[in-house]
């Protein structure tokens, strides 16, 4: 004789482990916003270098984005493409955004070590 499915499987309730995860959830956020409550009260006595770190990291994405934008640029439109007076003027986009990124690399560098340094 066969068995049913509502004879052979046994009702599993999943209430408790939903909650359990969405109480471990809520746990993690409180526990995220106390950490981020207590590094801003450290960075007080800072101020001036920790906004100065914060925009100079905001500001060095841009331009560690745009180096592999413009090589590319340099690779299919100038080579590829057989423009070659357009290569010196690419050339030299691609010098300037490299050396303002390691300048500001090198700022932010600086200021996380002259922050580390006043902790």
Not at 25 to 53: D, M, Y
Not at 67 to 86: L, R, S, T
Not at 98 to 110: E, F, G, H, T, W
Request: with cysteine; aromatic share 10%; charged share 20%.
């Amino acid at each position: 004789m066969l068995k049913t499915i509502s004879q052979t499987s046994t009702f599993v309730s999943y209430r408790p482990l939903i909650h359990s995860i969405l109480s471990t959830w809520s746990r993690k956020k409180e526990q995220t916003g106390h950490c981020l409550k207590r590094v801003l009260a450290t960075a007080k006595p800072f101020n001036t270098l920790f906004i100065q770190s914060i925009v100079l990291a905001i500001l060095i994405t841009p331009f560690s984005i745009a180096q592999p934008f413009i090589i590319q640029k340099i690779v299919d439109e100038n080579i590829i493409g057989g423009k070659k007076e357009g290569m010196i003027f690419m050339g030299v986009m691609y010098l300037i955004v490299l050396i303002i990124s390691v300048v500001m690399r090198d700022l932010y560098i600086y200021h996380c070590r002259v922050r580390s340094e006043c902790d």
